[in-house]
């Protein structure tokens, strides 16, 4: 038998529906007599909402109603959405309603759902859905929303803070103090978004004879958004069932709960028709959560041997409008700062303010990317400042592997200390620099210049907390009929986990991979989950899938040697059947030992099991393990047009243990992509009034297939000794430390012109702004 | 208010007809009035390509068109290439070399690919991507889809 379980690169079980079109995305889902919403929002970034006029709008043939938050149910009037991750450090703790109740406060806001026989007809509607609006002055820079007299995006809120905390590792003051050397970088790093390639959508029927709601949303985590909808609409546990479909990507912002989830649902009761919303692309640029706005303004001090004595300095990070996950994102971004570095005194003052704009929460990277441009943009300075070679002062900066596991000294927002568990950076480090043949370097920028051409080469470093915790459960049942099922709340949106948690069952359970049919992100599978994000899935999900299919394979080796009059330790799970060790033939099959294992009416159970051929398993990791990698980025950069072509890329990754070498090697290329798109090309504009302006794909440019380079991979592999697998996660790793590569690249082909950079993205535009004239008069 | 006409198509071999609203756009057409829910909406804006079916064999983006343009004419998707549940050598080289990840860019990708592969039976790795900068792929980084296509290409050529 060829061997699919864990290690194998085997193919995914996801692909044949998808390549025939067979996929169940959201917006493929129909139902019976479904009925379409479609939402009247602020067209400003910040008004006071007045009278709202339905009259045109319900007139429209085809028109069933219009809702404004006047017509929500009184439980759903009374709530804001909920905060989902609270903390004493958030001051003002604003969060929406399901419908704009007097104030707007981003433009795309929803102040109306109307619900019509067609999408087509419920647009028309919404457009003549009469709403009087009072402009007030909109915050559209978290910089300059912290000066004295800024507007504020909040009426009457005490400032435009959402809250400030500081995060500090030995005494930063004291240490700056006695440095031989202290440099400066002010850095600001510009909101991208996740741009998945399926917009949000949802689902909701309502089915009156047992009160209760069926939504199907295009989401990361089926038992989150449950959880949420209780508590909205005040219900019982069993009155919400929440499923997540196939998703069409979803990096971070299908992770959120967001209030046309909760119109569908009102919508579906007031109707007693399931009713469907799919989100179009202009909303999605509107309304769909975004990420890394942030201002740096930081210091690191170095001995006279650059070698690391403390960093220091302010972080001011632009929440948006709201603050649904309250902290988590400037928390992670300052605890990512030291990534692989030494760093014993570090002071970091955060401050997370709110503008008028669509709100920040995590996307692909998270606010990791951010803090690794900083440390890195740092460490090239101390290299230029010092003339030292660049990989030369990580070198001597690293955190060795004798060092593991490693205390940073920071304590994470779960309140225990950032503990890295294991890793070798220095060789990760090492293993990149000769794939990407950067001792030779040198000699091909000195050749292109002969030629007029620029070149540049960038490092970054990286570490990753992956793997968070709370848990992700599995169950793993053996059904009478002998089929093999795993329950699970992880969600998958593009990462395989159909294809790798069978791979980890199938171990278990002497069976092929083929025959373990997957189930995620379904409330009604297993009672609790937490969703797919922060790369904690195989770690969490994998893991309780192996202790769960472990508990059942001993299960099933216990009720066969009832049946089969042996000893336990006999016999062993192999072709879907308990057999003999000694004689193979003997055996009964997971089907007969399924059927025996639920008891029959009327007798007692044998063996004082409890019934089934199941076992539900919650991996609770005990902290997070951490990932690392090292990028290093070749590129050409026009000096006439500022264009910038990635020549060469190279990854060095260790993700620990790997289910599937495939999978893992197509996710971090696949992060890379993100990672250029952040650097060179994403840029959501938005006018002095915060009103975005560039809401389609051909203002806001994704990377396309001319514009991301073939990526050279190396694996190492430290097994993390904090789960049973030894895995670590893999879904972010490919974005985070990319930006920062690319950007010292950039930097590095314009060293003759004096240019530094100190932002992301860096457009052509800004490179030819930043060369000035001077350097088009070179070429002259 | 909604002006009608009734339109013949002929999709993936089987001829339709249906009265439609002169307003709706071919992807809608194949999504919602003929239940072919394979081809995919990413933008309705003509930039993503995952609409992308072929309108007389030749590539077009269905959320460009409107269905009562297709009138008389024949439509391929992405529901036509695999014979029965038989991948055939582009859809089943996607699959040996993990050119899809979501899967939802992947419908409109398999066709702008069909296309091309039918004229340019050889092609070299920037001649692929120069082809894919029409479609958006947010999940895989396009590496994995090159590989897919020059190696469909090899076996689309030695099976022939
Ligand atoms: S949906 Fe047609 S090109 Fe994007
Ligand atoms: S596979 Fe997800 S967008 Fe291409």
Same mark, same amino acid.
């Given at each position: 038998?060829?061997?699919?379980?864990?290690?194998?690169?085997?193919?995914?079980?996801?692909?044949?529906?998808?390549?025939?079109?067979?996929? &169940?995305?959201? !917006?493929?889902?129909?139902?019976?007599?479904?009925?379409?919403?479609?939402?009247?929002?602020?067209?400003?970034?910040?008004?006071?909402?007045?009278?709202?006029?339905?009259?045109?709008?319900?007139?429209?043939?085809?028109?069933?109603?219009?809702?404004?938050?006047?017509?929500?149910?009184?439980?759903?009037?009374?709530?804001?959405?909920?905060?989902?991750?609270?903390?004493?450090?958030?001051?003002?703790?604003? #969060?929406?309603?399901?419908?704009?109740?007097?104030?707007?406060?981003?433009?795309?806001?929803?102040?109306?759902?109307?619900?019509?026989?067609?999408?087509?007809?419920?647009?028309?509607?919404?457009?003549?859905?009469?709403?009087?609006?009072?402009?007030?002055?909109?915050?559209?820079?978290?910089?300059?929303?912290?000066?004295?007299?800024?507007?504020?995006?909040?009426?009457?809120?005490?400032?435009?803070?959402?809250?400030?905390?500081?995060?500090?590792?030995?005494?930063?003051?004291?240490?700056?103090?006695?440095?031989?050397?202290?440099?400066?970088?002010?850095?600001?790093?510009?909101?991208?978004?996740?741009?998945?390639?399926?917009?949000?959508?949802?689902?909701?029927?309502?089915?009156?004879?047992?009160?209760?709601?069926?939504?199907?949303?295009?989401?990361?985590?089926?038992?989150?958004?449950?959880?949420?909808?209780?508590? #909205?609409?005040?219900?019982?546990?069993?009155?919400?069932?929440?499923?997540?479909?196939?998703?069409?990507?979803?990096?971070?912002?299908?992770?959120?709960?967001?209030?046309?989830?909760?119109?569908?649902?009102?919508?579906?009761?007031?109707?007693?028709?399931?009713?469907?919303?799919?989100?179009?692309?202009?909303?999605?640029?509107?309304?769909?959560?975004?990420?890394? !706005?942030?201002?740096?303004?930081?210091?690191?001090?170095?001995?006279?041997?650059?070698?690391?004595?403390?960093?220091?300095?302010?972080?001011?990070?632009?929440?948006?409008?709201?603050?649904?996950?309250?902290?988590?994102?400037?928390?992670?971004?300052?605890?990512?700062?030291?990534?692989?570095?030494?760093?014993?005194?570090?002071?970091?003052?955060?401050?997370?303010?709110?503008?008028?704009?669509?709100?920040?929460?995590?996307?692909?990277?998270?606010?990791?990317?951010?803090?690794?441009?900083?440390?890195?943009?740092?460490?090239?300075?101390?290299?230029?400042?010092?003339?030292?070679?660049?990989?030369?002062?990580?070198?001597?900066?690293?955190?060795?592997?004798?060092?593991?596991?490693?205390?940073?000294?920071?304590?994470?927002?779960?309140?225990?200390?950032?503990?890295?568990?294991?890793?070798?950076?220095?060789?990760?480090?090492?293993?990149?620099?000769?794939?990407? /043949?950067?001792?030779?370097?040198?000699?091909?920028?000195?050749?292109?210049?002969?030629?007029?051409?620029?070149?540049?080469?960038?490092?970054?470093?990286?570490?990753?907390?992956?793997?968070?915790?709370?848990?992700?459960?599995?169950?793993?049942?053996?059904?009478?009929?002998?089929?093999?099922?795993?329950?699970?709340?992880?969600?998958?949106?593009?990462?395989?986990?159909?294809?790798?948690?069978?791979?980890?069952?199938?171990? &278990?359970?002497?069976?092929?991979?083929?025959?373990?049919?997957?189930?995620?992100?379904?409330?009604?599978?297993?009672?609790?989950?937490?969703?797919?994000?922060?790369?904690?899935?195989?770690?969490?999900?994998?893991?309780?899938?192996?202790?769960?299919?472990?508990?059942?394979?001993?299960?099933?080796?216990?009720?066969?040697?009832?049946?089969?009059?042996? #000893?336990?330790?006999?016999?062993?799970?192999? /072709?879907?059947?308990?057999?003999?060790?000694?004689?193979?033939?003997?055996?009964?099959?997971?089907?007969?030992?399924?059927?025996?294992?639920?008891?029959?009416?009327?007798?007692?159970?044998?063996?004082?099991?409890?019934?089934?051929?199941?076992?539900?398993?919650?991996?609770?990791?005990?902290?997070?393990?951490?990932?690392?990698?090292?990028?290093?980025?070749?590129?050409?950069?026009?000096?006439?047009?500022?264009?910038?072509?990635?020549?060469?890329?190279?990854?060095?990754?260790?993700?620990?243990?790997?289910?599937?070498?495939?999978?893992?090697?197509?996710?971090?290329?696949?992060?890379?992509?993100?990672?250029?798109?952040?650097?060179?090309?994403?840029?959501?504009?938005?006018?002095?009034?915060?009103?975005?302006?560039?809401?389609?794909?051909?203002?806001?440019?994704?990377?396309?297939?001319?514009?991301?380079?073939?990526?050279?991979?190396?694996?190492?592999?430290?097994?993390?000794?904090?789960?049973?697998?030894?895995?670590?996660?893999?879904?972010?790793?490919?974005?985070?430390?990319?930006?920062?590569?690319?950007?010292?690249?950039?930097?590095?082909?314009?060293?003759?012109?004096?240019?530094?950079?100190?932002?992301?993205?860096?457009?052509?535009?800004?490179?030819?702004?930043?060369?000035?004239?001077?350097?088009?008069?070179?070429?002259? | 208010?909604?002006?009608?006409?009734?339109?013949?198509?002929?999709?993936?071999?089987?001829?339709?007809?249906?009265?439609?609203?002169?307003?709706?756009?071919?992807?809608?057409?194949?999504?919602?009035?003929?239940?072919?829910?394979?081809?995919?909406?990413?933008? $309705?804006?003509?930039?993503?390509?995952?609409?992308?079916?072929?309108?007389?064999?030749?590539?077009?983006?269905?959320?460009?068109?409107?269905?009562?343009?297709?009138?008389?004419?024949?439509?391929?998707?992405?529901?036509?290439?695999?014979?029965?549940?038989?991948?055939?050598?582009?859809?089943?080289?996607?699959?040996?070399?993990?050119?899809?990840?979501?899967?939802?860019?992947?419908?409109?990708?398999?066709?702008?690919?069909?296309?091309?592969?039918?004229?340019?039976?050889?092609?070299?790795?920037? $001649?692929?991507?120069?082809?894919?900068?029409?479609?958006?792929?947010?999940?895989?980084?396009?590496?994995?889809?090159?590989?897919?296509?020059?190696?469909?290409?090899?076996?689309?050529?030695?099976?022939?």
């Amino acid at each position: 038998m060829v061997a699919t379980g864990f290690g194998a690169s085997v193919k995914r079980k996801e692909d044949p529906a998808f390549l025939q079109g067979k996929g &169940q995305f959201v !917006d493929d889902i129909h139902l019976p007599g479904m009925l379409h919403a479609a939402f009247a929002r602020s067209p400003y970034a910040h008004a006071r909402v007045g009278r709202i006029d339905k009259a045109a709008a319900l007139a429209v043939p085809g028109v069933h109603t219009v809702i404004t938050y006047a017509d929500l149910p009184e439980s759903v009037r009374r709530q804001t959405l909920p905060l989902l991750v609270p903390h004493p450090a958030i001051k003002q703790a604003y #969060m929406p309603y399901a419908l704009a109740k007097d104030e707007a406060c981003y433009a795309g806001e929803p102040v109306a759902c109307v619900i019509a026989d067609s999408r087509y007809i419920a647009e028309d509607a919404a457009q003549l859905v009469a709403v009087e609006y009072e402009p007030l002055p909109a915050a559209n820079d978290c910089r300059a929303a912290l000066e004295p007299g800024a507007p504020l995006a909040h009426a009457g809120a005490e400032s435009n803070v959402a809250a400030r905390f500081p995060v500090k590792v030995g005494d930063a003051e004291r240490a700056f103090v006695t440095a031989a050397h202290v440099f400066r970088e002010r850095i600001h790093q510009h909101r991208g978004g996740a741009f998945f390639m399926e917009c949000r959508g949802a689902v909701a029927c309502y089915e009156a004879p047992a009160q209760s709601y069926l939504l199907y949303v295009s989401s990361q985590g089926s038992h989150r958004l449950k959880r949420c909808m209780l508590d #909205m609409f005040e219900l019982g546990d069993h009155q919400v069932r929440v499923v997540a479909p196939d998703v069409g990507g979803g990096f971070g912002p299908k992770g959120s709960f967001y209030p046309e989830y909760v119109n569908v649902a009102v919508a579906s009761r007031l109707t007693n028709r399931p009713v469907k919303w799919i989100e179009d692309r202009r909303e999605n640029f509107l309304a769909t959560h975004q990420e890394r !706005d942030q201002y740096w303004d930081v210091e690191i001090a170095v001995d006279a041997g650059a070698k690391i004595i403390g960093v220091r300095g302010q972080l001011i990070h632009e929440t948006g409008a709201y603050v649904p996950w309250g902290i988590v994102l400037p928390w992670i971004t300052a605890t990512t700062v030291p990534g692989p570095y030494v760093i014993p005194n570090f002071k970091l003052e955060v401050v997370s303010v709110f503008t008028n704009k669509i709100q920040t929460t995590p996307v692909r990277g998270a606010g990791r990317p951010e803090a690794v441009v900083t440390m890195e943009r740092l460490m090239d300075r101390v290299a230029r400042e010092l003339k030292l070679d660049r990989a030369g002062v990580r070198a001597r900066n690293f955190i060795r592997p004798e060092q593991m596991p490693y205390n940073v000294g920071i304590i994470f927002r779960d309140g225990r200390p950032v503990t890295y568990d294991s890793g070798d950076y220095p060789a990760c480090q090492a293993a990149a620099l000769a794939t990407a /043949d950067y001792e030779e370097f040198p000699r091909r920028q000195a050749e292109a210049r002969g030629s007029g051409r620029y070149l540049g080469i960038g490092i970054s470093n990286a570490v990753e907390a992956t793997g968070l915790g709370p848990y992700e459960g599995a169950t793993v049942r053996v059904a009478t009929s002998g089929k093999i099922v795993v329950y699970t709340g992880a969600a998958p949106q593009g990462q395989s986990h159909k294809t790798t948690l069978a791979q980890i069952a199938a171990d &278990q359970l002497g069976v092929d991979y083929d025959d373990v049919t997957v189930v995620t992100s379904d409330t009604a599978g297993i009672s609790l989950g937490i969703g797919s994000f922060a790369a904690r899935t195989a770690v969490n999900a994998g893991s309780s899938v192996h202790l769960a299919a472990r508990e059942v394979a001993d299960k099933a080796k216990k009720i066969a040697a009832g049946m089969m009059e042996c #000893m336990e330790d006999d016999l062993e799970l192999a /072709d879907g059947c308990v057999r003999l060790k000694s004689a193979p033939d003997v055996r009964k099959s997971l089907r007969e030992i399924a059927v025996k294992s639920i008891g029959m009416p009327g007798f007692s159970m044998a063996g004082g099991l409890p019934p089934g051929l199941e076992h539900t398993a919650y991996f609770t990791p005990e902290r997070s393990v951490y990932s690392n990698g090292t990028h290093v980025a070749e590129v050409e950069v026009d000096i006439e047009t500022g264009a910038v072509k990635i020549v060469r890329y190279t990854v060095a990754h260790d993700c620990g243990r790997v289910i599937n070498p495939m999978i893992v090697d197509g996710q971090v290329v696949g992060g890379v992509a993100h990672g250029v798109g952040n650097a060179l090309y994403e840029r959501l504009v938005y006018d002095d009034n915060a009103q975005p302006v560039s809401t389609n794909f051909g203002e806001y440019l994704l990377p396309l297939a001319t514009d991301v380079p073939h990526v050279d991979l190396v694996h190492l592999e430290t097994p993390s000794p904090l789960n049973p697998l030894g895995m670590k996660g893999a879904g972010e790793g490919g974005t985070i430390p990319a930006i920062a590569a690319i950007i010292s690249a950039v930097e590095n082909a314009l060293a003759p012109f004096g240019v530094t950079i100190a932002e992301a993205p860096i457009t052509p535009q800004r490179i030819v702004e930043l060369l000035g004239p001077a350097a088009l008069g070179r070429t002259a | 208010m909604a002006d009608t006409r009734t339109i013949t198509v002929t999709v993936n071999g089987r001829v339709c007809s249906r009265e439609v609203e002169t307003r709706l756009t071919l992807a809608d057409f194949l999504r919602h009035e003929l239940n072919l829910t394979g081809t995919h909406v990413g933008c $309705e804006h003509g930039v993503c390509g995952a609409c992308t079916v072929l309108v007389g064999g030749v590539s077009a983006r269905a959320c460009l068109m409107l269905a009562v343009q297709c009138d008389g004419r024949e439509v391929a998707t992405v529901e036509s290439l695999a014979d029965g549940d038989e991948l055939n050598p582009l859809q089943q080289a996607f699959r040996d070399n993990h050119g899809l990840q979501c899967g939802f860019c992947t419908p409109g990708i398999l066709m702008t690919l069909t296309e091309f592969l039918r004229d340019h039976p050889d092609p070299g790795e920037a $001649e692929v991507r120069d082809v894919l900068s029409g479609n958006l792929c947010r999940c895989t980084g396009y590496q994995a889809i090159v590989a897919a296509t020059l190696d469909a290409a090899k076996r689309m050529r030695g099976g022939a």
